[in-house]
Each structure stands twice: as C-alpha cells, then as structure tokens.
C-alpha cells in the first residue's frame, strides 16, 4: 500500500540527512516509526474507548492517589 503524507521542512531534512548517513530509504524509517509507535497509539484509542463506556455507564473515575488514599496502601 501506498500512502502520502506531508512533512515539515525540518522533518525532511532530518529523515533526508538520516537516510543519507545510514544508506537506508526513507520509508524504511517511516516503516520503522509507524511499527515502534502504532501499538502505542492503538492502546491509547482502547483506554479512552474503555472510559469514555465505563462513564456511559454511569460510573466515575478517581484518580490512584485518591484510592491508595481511602484503601490505606
């Protein structure tokens, strides 16, 4: 699959300068970002799908501290 996306001026010249020093394409480093950071984003989307049921159902969330706080721990 082929994508295009837009860079910054700076974001082009650093990957450009990366690529160029290393031998490595450009999507090779963009391949290498989007696995390293995907999952984190895909957990990110989860937890706030997970709150944004848990407070549809009524329920409120507490900060850990405030918890720790009432169960002495």
């Known amino acids: 699959m082929t994508i295009s996306i837009r860079l910054t001026p700076e974001e082009e010249e650093r990957l450009e300068r ?3 020093r290393t031998g490595r394409s450009k ?3 963009v391949r ?7 999952t984190d984003l ?3 989307f ?4 997970a709150l944004d049921s848990f407070e ?5 969330s507490r900060p850990l501290a405030a918890l ?3 169960s002495e721990l």
């Open 68 to 70: 720790k706080a009432e």
């Open 46 to 49: 989860l937890a706030d799908e």
């Open 18 to 20: 990366l690529s160029q």
């Open 27 to 29: 999507s090779f480093y």
């Open 32 to 38: 290498a970002a989007l696995r390293e950071h995907l």
């Open 56 to 60: 549809a159902g009524g329920r409120r």
């Open 42 to 44: 895909e957990d990110a």
